[in-house]
């Protein structure tokens, strides 16, 4: 068991790579969340949900002991008349983890812009929780934070959040920081729990969540996978790495930087397929998500393969399509530029931004190269989270705010309006 401990520990500074390669500042400690309640196997733990098509969502959680997972829903509290029921299952980590078991259960049809009341486990369980159905109209509001981690200042990001009336989160990436612990895992679970469980959380995966160790443990992502399942069927692919999905005029492209994107991959015909299938009248907006960013003025992972070649193979697809915005993470900072392709300014390219500044226990990339690149607007190396508000179909308005001692404090804002407004840029 030592050897095995030590084993990891070497791993995952090896994994850490340039991680550890640039300096960083203003750690806080990691947290420890222990069980609601650790007298009941079955009370349900780590609750959090994700759409699921156009009006269902995805109920998950982890119960310690075996249960038949299902969910009573409603709109009334104390009040279900719907219920459905779902699947479950677990996983092993080494020879030291075992999950609880993880539960997930669909329901639907919802009504939009509704607040729905519901019971892990059925009608008998005695923990109620809700959440709000995102609307069928504009404005659309999406709260934005990557490489969360389980910190103090996760927490305090997670706070502000919390304090906003946002439909939808977006995580661009690195969720847990588990890094093989997986323990962390449980933690990060029961700390996004009161947000997660009352508005849906799109996630996507970064290098974190990779989590493989040669001949120890062979297949990657094997946490995230089970306990973050994406709706990757619905939309005709075949990997809980990368899928898309739609909120009300807004379709939104969740890419995964650490698994196959060359010409001819599985990932790259999807997205050609996927970008076909838009319909701009009925989403005039178009976002991407990847983990490593395309654009990068920091000093802190620089020249990755899966920045530099992901971009080669996919950037012209963007392109081409008039993807209006492409949010990233993996460098611990914020950073905004201009409309952008092939490393110019282009009014026809989207707009990318790295926010990849949620609060983990890594700390901040602290240096930027010198000079500042024309096309980078603002940046800077503050933990923190986004707001985008898409106001109508031609107009959305960005906000950056930075957890400044605490508090939320607003430092970029920018209005956007869609390709799709400008003539010029047809498709």
């Known amino acids: 068991m030592v050897k095995v401990l030590g084993l990891v520990a070497i791993l995952l500074i090896v994994l850490a790579g340039n991680v550890l390669s640039y300096d960083r500042q203003g750690t806080r400690k990691n947290l420890v969340i222990h069980p609601t309640n650790e007298d009941d196997p079955t009370f349900p733990d780590q609750v959090h949900i994700s759409l699921v098509g156009p009006d269902k969502m995805r109920i998950s959680w982890i119960t310690q002991s075996s249960i038949s997972p299902s969910v009573v829903y409603g709109t009334v509290s104390g009040k279900y008349e719907g219920s459905a029921n779902g699947t479950s299952s677990s996983y092993h980590y080494l020879l030291i983890y075992r999950s609880g078991q993880i539960n997930d259960v669909v329901i639907g049809p919802l009504k939009p812009n509704t607040v729905y009341y519901y019971k892990c486990g059925g009608p008998s369980s005695t923990q109620e929780f809700s959440f709000r159905t995102p609307p069928s109209k504009f404005p659309i509001k999406f709260a934005v934070s990557g490489d969360l981690g389980t910190s103090e200042w996760s927490k305090s990001t997670l706070e502000h959040v919390s304090k906003w009336d946002y439909d939808v989160f977006i995580l661009p990436g690195d969720l847990s920081y588990a890094n093989m612990y997986q323990p962390l895992w449980d933690t990060f679970g029961r700390l996004v729990q009161p947000l997660a469980s009352q508005r849906p959380w799109m996630v996507t995966h970064g290098n974190h969540e990779l989590e493989k160790i040669p ?7 094997t946490a995230y996978n089970k306990r973050w399942r994406m709706p990757f069927e619905e939309s005709g692919s075949s990997s809980n790495l990368y899928y898309s999905f739609n909120v009300y005029g807004v379709h939104i492209i969740m890419l995964g930087s650490y698994t196959d994107f060359e010409p001819g991959s599985e990932q790259y015909q999807w997205l050609e397929n996927n970008l076909k299938k ?14 490593a960013p395309w654009y990068n003025s920091n000093e802190a992972h620089q020249g990755e393969k899966e920045s530099v070649e992901m971009k080669e193979s996919m950037e012209i697809l963007l392109y081409k399509a008039r993807v209006d915005l492409v949010f990233a993470g993996h460098v611990h900072a914020y950073e905004r530029f201009s409309r952008v392709y092939q490393d110019k300014f282009d009014k026809c390219g989207p707009v990318y931004i790295n926010i990849g500044d949620g609060g983990n226990l ?23 989270h986004g707001q985008l ?8 308005r960005w906000e950056w705010h930075r957890n400044d001692d605490d508090v939320s404090v607003e430092k970029d804002s920018v209005w956007l309006t869609s390709l799709l407004a400008d003539s010029s840029c047809k498709i």
Do not use: C, M, Q
């Open 278 to 291: 838009i319909d701009r009248k009925t989403t005039p907006w178009v976002v991407a998500v990847v983990h």
């Open 389 to 396: 508000v898409v106001e109508n179909a031609t107009h959305a």
């Open 362 to 384: 890594e700390g901040l990339a602290t240096k930027y190269r010198d000079p500042n690149p024309e096309i980078s607007l603002f940046r800077e190396a503050s933990f923190g």
């Open 215 to 221: 001949i120890l443990h062979s297949n990657p992502f």
